[in-house]
């Protein structure tokens, strides 16, 4: 079995411990330029609502576009009845673009 980076354990770690609450969860990908967040249900394995920066081609610095993504979605999510998940913020600290992600989806209406 190969060696897992620190990367990857991180991942790992956050991931198992939001599919054990069994709530819907909002997956965050941060790249360089952009941001990307989906709400998916495990127990399925299909993603309900999707949204990114590269999408809605939103102008502005990094961060401020993350809330707004996180509206974005949080609006979609809410027009599918969807208002409780759990927040999967990856390998990422919940610091920066991630934080405005999970600010502007609360902003939106999302409980977690």
């Known amino acids: 079995?190969?060696?897992?980076?620190?990367?990857?354990r991180r991942k790992f770690r956050v991931r198992n411990r939001i599919k054990r609450s069994g709530r819907?969860?909002?997956?965050?990908?941060?790249?360089?330029?952009?941001?990307?967040?989906?709400?998916?249900?495990d127990e399925k394995g299909h993603t309900l609502v999707?949204?990114?920066?590269?999408?809605?081609?939103?102008?502005?610095?990094?961060?401020?576009?993350?809330?707004q993504v996180g509206r974005a979605l949080a609006e979609k999510a809410k027009a599918l009845g969807i208002t409780k998940v759990a927040f999967d913020r990856g390998p990422y600290k919940y610091h920066g673009r991630?934080?405005?992600?999970?600010?502007?989806?609360?902003?939106?209406?999302?409980?977690f």
């Open 1 to 8: 079995m190969a060696r897992l980076t620190a990367y990857e």
């Open 24 to 41: 819907l969860r909002l997956s965050v990908f941060r790249s360089l330029k952009h941001i990307y967040a989906q709400i998916i249900d």
């Open 50 to 67: 999707a949204e990114s920066s590269l999408a809605l081609k939103l102008k502005g610095n990094k961060t401020e576009v993350a809330r």
């Open 98 to 111: 991630v934080k405005a992600l999970a600010e502007g989806a609360r902003e939106g209406g999302l409980e």
